[in-house]
């Protein structure tokens, strides 16, 4: 079956600017989840979700940050009046039920810069 | 905060060496795991091993686990070029998500 996908790839736009991350997560994973990576970096935590239950929002960096699941399906990263510092590689992985940690597959990640 | 920390943050080696990187981290764990990754995109899982369990292996791959030290390390016997890739280690406890370490860097030389 398909794997996690993510769009767009790259996406390039000037501070200021609101942009909108997509992460399709492999069917039948209720818990999903998005990292930041700088370059160079480790993953950063961002926030997960796990079922109907509320997400843990606890790795977002600031209000500029917020994300919604549909069900369990598609997640949207909204970062709103982009900053250079948010250039990143931004990661969505989904796993099944989160229950001590489970394995997580990733998506190729979309790779943002603000000019 | 990062839970996991690799060491060391980059290594380098000959094809056919034996490359080992380690992991310590903070709290109890459920598991702990190890990712793979390539020129910066996604992760790729490799193994995990449980709190209960010592060593695991997969192919060429040799993971421990000392929860008494809170330690743990990946060792990947017959290095090939192919290898050379990013590291991470990560840590799953009861009702969090996975916490990661900032990675060994491998470079495989031919």
């Known amino acids: 079956g398909a794997g996690v996908s993510q769009s767009p790839s790259n996406k390039v736009t000037e501070k200021g600017k609101d942009v909108e991350l997509r992460c399709d997560p492999i069917s039948g994973h209720t818990a999903l989840y998005w990292y930041r990576q700088r370059l160079g970096q480790g993953l950063e935590f961002l926030i997960y979700f796990q079922g109907n239950s509320a997400p843990d929002k606890s790795g977002l960096p600031s209000d500029r940050f917020s994300a919604e699941r549909t069900g369990e399906s598609v997640s949207t990263l909204t970062i709103q009046r982009t900053q250079q510092e948010d250039s990143a590689v931004y990661l969505c992985a989904s796993s099944l039920p989160l229950a001590g940690g489970r394995e997580q597959y990733f998506g190729p990640g979309t790779r943002l810069t603000v000019t | 905060s990062q839970q996991g920390e690799e060491d060391p943050q980059a290594l380098s080696i000959q094809e056919g060496e034996n490359a080992t990187m380690n992991c310590s981290y903070k709290?109890?764990?459920?598991?702990l795991q190890w990712y793979r990754q390539n020129s910066g995109r996604g992760l790729v899982h490799l193994i995990l091993?449980?709190?209960?369990?010592r060593e695991k292996h997969s192919g060429r791959l040799r993971v421990t686990l000392d929860t008494s030290k809170k330690s743990s390390s990946l060792l990947i016997t017959a290095s090939r070029a192919a290898d050379t890739a990013s590291y991470f280690c990560?840590?799953?406890?009861?009702?969090?998500?996975?916490?990661f370490g900032k990675g060994t860097t491998l470079s495989v030389s031919s």
């Open positions: 091993i449980r709190s209960n369990e």
């Open positions: 990560a840590t799953g406890q009861a009702g969090t998500a996975l916490i």
């Open positions: 709290t109890s764990i459920n598991n």
